[in-house]
């Protein structure tokens, strides 16, 4: 694993950092972890490490700068730490401050030197560390061999493995003392020790430090960190190192109000910084400000992120979680207009207290005019009708948010008043055939429910005159001498009753004065008239006229047929 984070990449990330800070502070103070806002500025994080006991030993003439500490115990404490752990999967990046120099010298004869800068620990998700710097060495002519020295370069100066659990929280930071990779780093006689110069059989069991490191030195100190045969190989080995983190802070990133009604409330919740795993977080809404982080009965809405009923509140391997809050009627009326409230997380289990690294709240914006009922004007369809036939009308309440509405609708003003249950929002209703002709208004009136106040709409229904057909037959011919007897039948096509009303017979013919049957009353839809005595030959037009009852149209003459006298 190698890193590609340079001094002046940090130093420019540290400079943009302070910016944002001072650019957002206004606006996401609310959003910061309640632990954080409560607690003492965290300790600087450090690396320590003596890089090896035979750095400490033979390159003992030390030079210390930027910030760099040294104790024989505990060898060189590199501050100024910055970057990140994640406690979920491990992984780290930290870059730390400081220049050791590290020089053999006899009086004022100095013979080699290596010099370790700004070094940077790194572990990716597969739990592979390095430790990176800025390397350089020095090497003093010796007889034959002209002096030496290396310009800095960033390299792998040694490898390591380590573990999300093997990060431990001491003195407020994230601390990993590990020892870092020696026996079979480097193969004797491989192709990378070959490259180096180094003789047959060395390093002795591959033990060495990373071979990019040993690539940055002079060969006049190379054999220092690498097993060469020497008795001082059993000092050569990496020393182990401690490296401290700062301590991820569970921060909620978002909480907003996805869905409200007068019954229920959503609340979608977003968050980084948490540890999976184990007891887990608790979710909740509480009262800003809130500090009983014990008992979760004190709060609304709770949901645990070790729930496997509901997964999607698990702290993921990253750190981060998201999932839905929600609020039931009861929970609803709970909360006090009169307060604002928050979106609250903490270790679950009573472990909060304790341990407040789960503890962080963000400000949630509640609008309580949302939980009053809602309005849905009942909208109602009547299409144009004609008397006989049972005219339609549907009443829709349609949906504001959430539910639908349900309930009844009563419809007055179609005849007898006619309540119905909201299927769907829907409630269909079938009014009376003989409705009277003519306009009138519909008032359909919803009742309400627990999300819906009642409402009520109104349309216009226009029932129309049923139109007719009128037929005549014949059942006895007239003669000159003698009358006849004919039947007339009106029907209509979009009326389901028998159509009433009167009527009378025409019979014309071309030079004689039109013959009138007498007007005759329909009896379901028929009726028997007595044809006159034709008193000339030949062929009579049929004429009828129709006097519509209640709902029907008039016809003034209608023209049916002929009759042929004969005699």
């Given at each position: 694993m190698s890193s590609t984070l340079t001094r002046p990449s940090?130093?420019?990330?540290?400079?943009?950092?302070?910016?944002?800070?001072?650019?957002?502070?206004?606006?996401?103070?609310?959003?910061?972890?309640?632990?954080?806002?409560?607690?003492?500025?965290?300790?600087?994080p450090t690396l320590t490490w003596k890089i090896s006991q035979q750095f400490i030993d033979h390159l003992s003439s030390r030079t210390l700068t930027d910030g760099v500490t040294f104790d024989a115990a505990n060898g060189f404490t590199f501050g100024g730490g910055e970057g990140s752990f994640n406690a979920a999967n491990?992984?780290?990046?930290?870059?730390?401050?400081?220049?050791?120099?590290?020089?053999?010298?006899?009086?004022?004869?100095?013979?080699?030197?290596?010099?370790?800068?700004?070094?940077?620990?790194?572990?990716?998700?597969?739990?592979?560390?390095?430790?990176?710097?800025?390397?350089?060495?020095?090497?003093?002519?010796?007889?034959?061999t002209p002096a030496a020295s290396t310009t800095p370069a960033r390299v792998t100066v040694t490898t390591f493995d380590a573990a999300a659990s093997d990060w431990t929280v001491t003195g407020g930071l994230e601390s990993l003392t590990d020892t870092p990779d020696w026996d079979g780093v480097l193969a004797a006689g491989s192709e990378a020790a070959t490259a180096l110069g180094l003789a047959d059989g060395k390093p002795v069991g591959g033990k060495s430090f990373a071979p990019s490191f040993l690539g940055q030195l002079t060969t006049g100190v190379r054999a220092h960190f690498y097993a060469s045969g020497a008795?001082?190989?059993?000092?050569?080995?990496?020393?182990?190192?401690?490296?401290?983190?700062?301590?991820?802070?569970?921060?909620?990133t978002s909480a907003a109000v996805t869905q409200q009604t007068p019954t229920s409330l959503k609340v979608a919740v977003a968050g980084t910084g948490y540890k999976p795993g184990s007891p887990g977080i608790y979710i909740s809404i509480g009262e800003t400000g809130s500090t009983d982080v014990i008992d979760p009965s004190k709060y609304l809405g709770t949901v645990w992120s070790g729930n496997p009923g509901t997964p999607d509140a698990a702290v993921k391997a990253d750190g981060s979680f998201s999932t839905?809050?929600?609020?039931?009627?009861?929970?609803?009326?709970?909360?006090?207009?009169?307060?604002?409230?928050?979106?609250?997380?903490?270790?679950?289990?009573?472990?909060?207290?304790?341990?407040?690294?789960q503890t962080a709240s963000a400000p949630l914006a509640i609008d309580f005019a949302g939980f009053d009922p809602l309005a849905s004007t009942p909208v109602v369809s009547?299409?144009?009708?004609?008397f006989g036939k049972a005219a339609k009308v549907t009443v829709t309440v349609p949906t504001v948010q959430g539910a639908g509405p349900t309930g009844t609708v009563r419809?007055?003003?179609?005849?007898?008043?006619?309540?119905?249950?909201?299927?769907?929002?829907?409630?269909?209703?079938?009014?009376?055939?003989?409705?009277?002709?003519g306009a009138r208004t519909l008032t359909a009136a919803y009742a309400g429910d627990a999300n819906y106040r009642a409402t009520s709409g109104t349309t216009s229904l226009t029932v129309k005159k049923a139109t007719v057909s009128?037929?005549?037959?014949?059942?006895?011919?007239?003669?000159?001498?003698?009358?006849?007897?004919?039947?007339?039948t009106v029907t209509s096509k979009v009326s389901a009753h028998k159509p009433g009303g009167k009527v009378k017979v025409y019979f014309k013919k071309s030079g004689q004065k039109t013959v009138t049957t007498s007007t005759k009353t329909l009896k379901s839809g028929k009726a028997t008239v007595t044809v006159p005595k034709l008193k000339k030959k030949g062929t009579w037009k049929v004429?009828?006229?129709?006097?519509a009852g209640t709902g029907y149209s008039s016809v003034s003459s209608k023209y049916v047929g002929t009759l042929k006298v004969t005699k």
């Open positions: 940090l130093r420019l990330r540290r400079t943009l950092a302070g910016a944002l800070t001072t650019a957002l502070a206004a606006s996401t103070v609310a959003l910061l972890p309640t632990s954080a806002q409560a607690a003492d500025p965290a300790p600087e491990g992984v780290t990046t930290m870059a730390y401050d400081g220049t050791v120099r590290g020089a053999f010298a006899i009086g004022t004869t100095e013979y080699y030197s290596v010099t370790v800068s700004d070094p940077v620990v790194a572990v990716d998700a597969a739990g592979e560390g390095t430790i990176t710097a800025e390397v350089s060495a020095t090497n003093g002519a010796q007889g034959s008795g001082s190989d059993t000092k050569k080995n990496p020393a182990p190192f401690t490296a401290t983190a700062p301590v991820p802070v569970a921060t909620i839905t809050l929600a609020l039931d009627a009861e929970a609803i009326a709970q909360l006090d207009p009169t307060k604002s409230y928050s979106v609250i997380t903490f270790k679950a289990h009573g472990q909060a207290a304790s341990d407040p690294s009547a299409p144009a009708s004609s419809l007055t003003g179609g005849g007898s008043a006619q309540t119905k249950a909201l299927s769907g929002g829907k409630a269909t209703f079938t009014l009376s055939s003989t409705l009277p002709t009128i037929k005549d037959k014949v059942t006895k011919k007239p003669t000159r001498k003698k009358s006849g007897k004919a039947t007339v004429y009828v006229k129709y006097s």
